[in-house]
């Protein structure tokens, strides 16, 4: 993990604030525990562990945090939020904080993982569900990236798990309202 010297004038004092209120979770509770960080599957593919970024977000590092790998590695599995004595909701924390990178032109880290997050949420705007086949078209539009991993693909959509008509969701109009909204 590096590490590296903090100087006042990078510390953002809005940020908590800012974090907790579109996340809706209380990021000032946390006492550094470590059990988010000691349960998380991808934590050996991190820039800075989900502690880290948590106490990261606590200090005002906004630069540090919105430019980290880590929110971009993130599955959203929610291991670390069920084990936070806490009740501190790491995985919507960590989907804010890749909103917050896309709004903000700090999305830096892994361009690749952006795009395909940016693909996924184009998918369920306009299905209200995932669809893979127009998801993984946009993401390989994004990424001019064509060939690699069509073995997969193939053998995907062989075995019925890529729909060339996505099945359409009730709620689809409800989905849509909500994206308005944010
Ligand atoms: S599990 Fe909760 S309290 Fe513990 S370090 Fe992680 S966020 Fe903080
Ligand atoms: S939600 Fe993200 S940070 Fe939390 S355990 Fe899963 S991969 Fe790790």
New binding site residues.
């Given amino acids: 993990m590096p590490t590296k010297e903090i100087t006042e004038s990078q510390l953002d004092s809005q940020l908590v604030k800012e974090v907790e209120a579109k996340s809706h979770t209380k990021v000032s509770s946390c006492f550094q525990c470590l059990k988010?960080s000691s349960?998380?599957?991808?934590?050996y593919e991190m820039d800075y562990l989900?502690a880290q970024v948590i106490r990261m977000v606590n200090l005002g590092l906004r630069d540090e945090v919105l430019k980290s790998r880590?929110i971009w590695?993130?599955?959203?599995?929610?291991?670390?939020?069920t084990r936070c004595p806490n009740d501190i909701d790491?995985?919507h924390v960590?989907d804010t904080l890749r909103e917050m990178a896309l709004r903000s032109g700090k999305a830096e880290a892994e361009q690749d993982m952006r795009r395909f997050h940016e693909a996924f949420l184009s998918a369920i705007k306009t299905w209200g569900r995932v669809h893979e086949l127009q998801m993984i078209g946009t993401y390989k539009l994004k990424t001019r990236k064509f060939m690699e991993d069509a073995d997969i693909g193939m053998e995907m959509f062989k075995r019925g798990k890529i729909k060339l008509i996505p099945e359409p969701i009730k709620g689809r109009k409800a989905v849509k309202k909500l994206f308005r909204k944010t």
Avoid at 39 to 43: I, K, M, N
Avoid at 73 to 81: K, N, P, Y
């Fill in positions: 988010c349960g998380c599957p991808l934590s989900p880590t590695v993130c599955a959203s599995c929610e291991t670390c939020t790491i995985a960590m």
